[in-house]
């Protein structure tokens, strides 16, 4: 599996899965040029060509987001997928 955290995903989350993973397929959007500090409908499509996972704690604004994104693509039959983790959780 691939995966993208975006910008707001906890780093001490990314650090203990690459220290459990080390192989782990997983980039930080703030590292990629054509989306870091972009808006998030750009980040799922970027995930969506890239086919990678979001992770992100971004409930309010993502899920909403991705509706967008998943309901214009229906003739594409093509969505990123994400997980949501709340940082209250935590």
Not at 54 to 82: I, Q
Request: hydrophobic share 40%.
């Amino acid at each position: 599996m691939k995966w993208l955290a975006d910008e707001c995903f906890d780093n001490d989350i990314i650090r203990g899965l690459f220290r459990r993973f080390p192989d782990l397929d997983l980039i930080r959007a703030q590292d990629v040029v054509e989306i870091a500090g972009r808006e998030d409908e750009k980040l799922l499509a970027w995930a969506t060509k890239h086919e990678r996972i979001v992770l992100t704690h971004d409930l309010a604004t993502m899920a909403p987001d991705y509706r967008f994104n998943t309901s214009r693509r229906l003739n594409a039959r093509r969505s990123c997928r994400y997980l949501i983790r709340s940082q209250k959780e935590l």
